[in-house]
Every structure is written in C-alpha cells, then in structure tokens.
C-alpha cells in the first residue's frame, strides 16, 4: 500500500534519530519514495550522508544550497508529499509546529504541507508529561496532524517512562493502515447525523445546545474517504463538507431530523448516530415574539421529542448496522451500556464531559466503544478525526 506514495520524513534533533534509518529502509523496500528533511539539531545525531545514501536523494536541511545558491522550495515540497511523517519530533519542534515558528526548512515543510502530517514524538519522561508539550501536542491534535504515540520504556537518560518513539516497524504500519484504510467502504452507504437541533419557543428564541458539528462532519469525511457514500443530516452548525461523496441534508428540528433520518435509513448500509438530540421541544410554539412587558413571568412547557436512534433501533434489518453515541457527565459505562441495549444499537461510543478535552466544540474527544458482546475499547485524548477513524474502524470490522 506504501508503493509509489512519496513521503517527506522529517528528522529532529533526538538521539532517536538513528531510528530514521530502519524507518527509511522499511519505507523503501515497500516501495516509497522518501524524501528527508532534517533540522539543524538533527544532523549532530545522524549524518546526511547515511540518510541520502538510504533515501537514494539528497537530504534537505537548508533553505538555500550552499554549493550552488539554488533554493529549496518547502512550498514545492509540501505539495509533493502524499504523506509527512516527522520522526523523532522533539518537543521543541512540536511546539514550533503548534505555534508556526517557521525558523527552519523542515517547519516551513510543514507549515505548507497539505497532506496528511504523523508525528511520533520523542523525548524524556518529564518533558514529554510536561502540560507545555502536552498542549502542543494537543494543538497539533486540533490540526488533524495524526499523533504516534510514545511508548514506555528505558530513555536515553536511563529513566524509565513514556517518551520513547514508537518503534519504526508499528510506525511504518500506522502508515499502511491509513494509506489502505482508504477504500474499505467503497459501495457502502453510511448515514450520519450531526450537530445539535434548535426547538423553537418563537420567531426569535430556541432550545438548543453547544454541538458544534465537528465529531459528526469528521466522521462524514472519514467514511468518504474510504469510499463510502455518506447522508450526513445536520442541525444548524457553521461547519462545510469537503467530500464530493456526502450529501448533505440540512435540518433544524429534531423532528425535522427525524424524518430525514426515517426517511434515509432503509437504503443505508448504517447508521451513526452524533446528533446532539434535543430531548424536548415546547408544546407550542408562539407566531410573534413573545414580548417580557406583555407575557411577565413566563412558563414553557415542553414536550418529549422522538428518540431517532430508537426508532432507527426499531426497524433496523439484519443485514445493517447502528452506532450511537452516549453523551454523559455522571456513570458513563452504565448510561452508555444501557442505551446501547434500550436503542438496539451494534456500538456505543461514549464520551464524558468530565474529560477535559472532550465533548462539544473542541478539536479533540476521549472516548470509549462498547459494544454488543461487552467489549469495552478506551481510547487516549485525540483529534476528532483520528476519533472519528477509530469509530470507523470498528464499523469496517462489523459491516459485510
Ligand atoms: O458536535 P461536537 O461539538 O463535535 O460535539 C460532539 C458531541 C459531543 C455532540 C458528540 O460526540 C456526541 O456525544 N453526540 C451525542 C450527543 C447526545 O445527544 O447524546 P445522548 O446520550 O443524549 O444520546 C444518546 C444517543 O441517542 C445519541 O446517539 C443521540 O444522537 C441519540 N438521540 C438522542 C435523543 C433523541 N431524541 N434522538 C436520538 O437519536
């Protein structure tokens, strides 16, 4: 899957940095074309030479070449790659990246890089565990670059703990798996609700809530682009699609959603289910505005919506699949496990405004799946799109 793909590697200034070398044999013997940008930290732990000789191309460090004046173009260079993977990434460079320090060739690399960016961080214990690291990690999170997490183990510093990069075998398969993750639900159709829905009380005020959109339109994207064809039903969020393969049916109401979703789910293969359902609307909604000198002291009354995944559950066929979400602040598993029953639901994904990082409007989530035979999966804080990639990958290991 890694044949013919060109890949800048991105070298920093760690002591992990020989690693670079198994990473670019691995890469080369499947096939791609490796095209290394190192810091100027990074060529006191290895050599350009021993990297240009293995990549079979130059090795780019400098913005201009000092033999020739000729320039190095990072534009060019980002526009190249269909993939970046900066392996080792110190915390200094992480934090450049989080904050466009554009001071070297291989940050200007990135900053211009429109393809998918991986970074396998590398570093002590405590710099790793540092919040300052931590939030530039989480930032780059934000971007949708793909984190390779470190793994635990001896240091450099002979200290025992998280920061080790992952080794360049599991890091050459995480880009496997993306590059042939792609086309698995070609010919599947996928429905996705998204967003949050607004229940009128007049012309001028709803009941609503703070979803934003951004865990649903990313699970869209992430079903498109391994081929499905996806029916994303949004409630009135801010956010466009990009995919030419969803189309998107816009709603406010949750009985608006509910007939869209009635409506498209017998042709769909699954559904999953993000919406930020409102649980209520009032029982009327006034023509005018209601005015405070006229009305005084006001009561609403409000009335049970319709549970779209429930009903979804009610007429799902054998040969479909339903995934919802369960959004909760207090006894998570139990809440999560008892919707994942009462709405026939395959999987549950649940997320817990207790985790900081997690829920409405921000770029990441930490969730957990469970599913039908009690497996419980937790995940680490992430980007809402590698989110959204572990949700699918769930849903490629059920879908026939
Ligand atoms: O949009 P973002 O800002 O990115 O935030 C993402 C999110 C927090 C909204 C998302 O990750 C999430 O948790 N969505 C589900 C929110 C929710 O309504 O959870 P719930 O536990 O109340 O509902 C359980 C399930 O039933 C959900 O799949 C929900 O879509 C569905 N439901 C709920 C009520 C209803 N009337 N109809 C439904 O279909």
Same mark, same amino acid.
């Given at each position: 899957m890694l044949k013919g793909k060109k890949i800048i590697l991105g070298i920093t /200034?760690?002591?992990?940095?020989? !690693?670079a070398t198994y990473l670019i044999c691995g890469l080369v013997k499947k096939g791609a074309e490796v095209q290394v940008v190192i810091t100027p930290a990074g060529k006191e732990f290895i050599t350009p030479v021993t990297l240009s000789a293995l990549s079979s191309h130059p090795v780019i460090s400098e913005f201009f070449s000092n033999r020739d004046g000729s320039w190095h173009s990072h534009v060019d260079l980002g526009l190249w790659a269909d993939a970046m993977l900066i392996a080792p990434a110190t915390a200094a460079s992480i934090g450049k990246m989080a904050n466009g320090i554009a001071d070297n060739m291989l940050i200007t690399t990135y900053l211009s890089c429109k393809a998918p960016v991986f970074v396998a961080p590398a570093m002590d214990l405590d710099m790793f565990a540092h919040p300052a690291t931590q939030q530039n990690i989480d930032r780059l999170r934000g971007f949708g670059n793909h984190i390779i997490e470190p793994g635990e183990g001896e240091l450099a510093s002979h200290l025992v703990g !998280? /920061?080790?990069? $992952? $080794?360049p075998d599991r890091i050459i398969e995480i880009l496997e798996e993306f590059f042939t993750g792609s086309q698995d639900l070609q010919n599947k159709k996928i429905l996705i609700t998204a967003g949050p829905t607004y229940e009128k009380i007049d012309p001028v005020r709803f009941i609503g809530n703070y979803s934003s959109g951004k865990m649903g339109f990313a699970l869209a994207e992430e079903c498109a682009r391994r081929g499905a064809e996806v029916t994303l039903v949004t409630g009135p969020v801010s956010l466009t699609v990009t995919h030419p393969q969803i189309r998107r049916i816009q709603v406010e109401s949750a009985e608006e959603m509910y007939k869209a979703a009635m409506a498209e789910y017998p042709q769909a293969d699954a559904g999953i289910l993000c919406a930020a359902v409102a649980d209520y609307r009032p029982e009327q909604v006034c023509t005018e505005k209601i005015k405070r000198e006229k009305t005084g002291e006001m009561q609403l009354r409000l009335i049970p919506n319709r549970d779209i995944a429930a009903s979804l559950g009610a007429i799902k066929r054998e040969d479909q699949l339903l995934v919802g979400f369960a959004l909760e602040t207090t006894d998570g598993l139990t809440n999560a496990a008892s919707k994942l029953e009462k709405k026939n639901l395959d999987y549950i994904v649940l997320n817990s405004l207790q985790d900081l990082g997690a829920g409405f409007q921000v770029d990441t989530n930490r969730i957990t799946i469970i599913d039908r035979k009690g497996e419980i999966t937790a995940y680490p804080l992430k980007g809402k799109k590698e989110v959204a990639q572990d949700i699918i990958h769930k849903l490629v290991t059920l879908v026939s």
């Open positions: /200034g760690s002591i992990a940095a020989y !690693k !998280k /920061g080790r990069m $992952e $080794e």
